[in-house]
């Protein structure tokens, strides 16, 4: 394993546990790999502002794919790399369709998270664990008509965050009928974070594509990389990387298709993988 010069590590079900926090063996594994001479870095669908950007500076880790390979960093100076944002007019035009439903929508612009009042009342009633509803909750620009705003001083989005409610039933019936209004907009492309959400970005953009850019950036092979995740969000990259790795924790499709699956996040899975593939030594 000497040959893995960049790690790249999802957040939410892989390096942050249920509590939204990174563990102190956590920690000590990123400390470890650094001091290996290895470039740990984030991979995301968070915005900036959902960056742990102490604790990276602590740890070493200088570079970020946020928003799902839509805007890339150096931290902590919030130095945008690359920015693959939706125009304007897409945002507005996909935004005011979607307003027809009954979901919470957040808009990543230039590394912040915005919401709408009339959505944002909704967070309380999502299946999410109560550390990613304080994360919502505490690190959103309310805007009493969002498209309106993005029209008005010509904003670019990142990437759009869909959370919906559970029926009665348990089912998702809201979920279902956006995803036919997506599939009207070919300009976009949208997968899954977990928890039953949709995550929308331009077309063509994913975390690996990210990874791409930083293996240029950083003149590394994207066969001495190493990618770990849970979701949707993260098969694209666990699939590009020399090395993909699944957490214990995670979907069907992801554990099915990574050349190596750790133990459950709550388990410390990801200090697990690390040390099973000879990363710590």
Not at 49 to 70: C, F, H
Not at 105 to 119: L, P, R, V, W
Not at 251 to 259: V, W
């Amino acid at each position: 394993m000497n040959s893995v010069k960049l790690i790249a590590l999802d957040i939410d079900g892989t390096l942050y546990n249920k509590d939204g926090v990174i563990t102190s063996y956590n920690k000590e594994m990123i400390r470890k790999a650094v001091e290996n001479g290895i470039t740990v870095i984030i991979s995301t669908g968070r915005p900036y502002i959902g960056l742990p950007v102490d604790e990276m500076k602590e740890l070493g880790i200088q570079y970020a794919i946020t928003a799902n390979g839509s805007a890339v960093y150096r931290v902590p100076e919030k130095e945008l790399l690359l920015d693959e944002s939706m125009d304007t007019d897409l945002s507005v035009r996909l935004l005011r369709k979607l307003y027809t439903q009954s979901l919470h929508i957040d808009a990543f612009i230039n590394g912040d998270g915005y919401t709408q009042f009339s959505t944002s009342e909704l967070t309380n009633l999502l299946d999410i664990p109560d550390s990613l509803k304080k994360y919502i909750q505490t690190t959103r620009k309310t805007i009493t008509d969002l498209a309106a705003y993005i029209e008005e001083h010509k904003l670019c989005v990142s990437k759009l965050t869909l959370n919906f409610a559970p029926d009665a039933d348990g089912s998702y019936t809201t979920r279902e009928k956006t995803k036919e209004i997506l599939d009207t907009f070919p300009e976009v492309t949208y997968v899954s974070g977990g928890f039953h959400n949709l995550e929308v970005t331009r077309c063509g953009i994913a975390k690996s594509k990210g990874l791409k850019f930083l293996c240029d950036y950083l003149h590394i092979s994207m066969e001495d990389t190493m990618a770990v995740g849970d979701s949707e969000n993260d098969l694209d990259i666990v699939k590009a990387a020399g090395i993909g790795v699944a957490m214990g924790n995670g979907g069907p499709e992801i554990l099915a298709m990574a050349d190596f699956v750790t133990d459950d996040v709550e388990a410390d899975g990801l200090y697990k993988a690390f040390d099973k593939l000879g990363l710590l030594q």
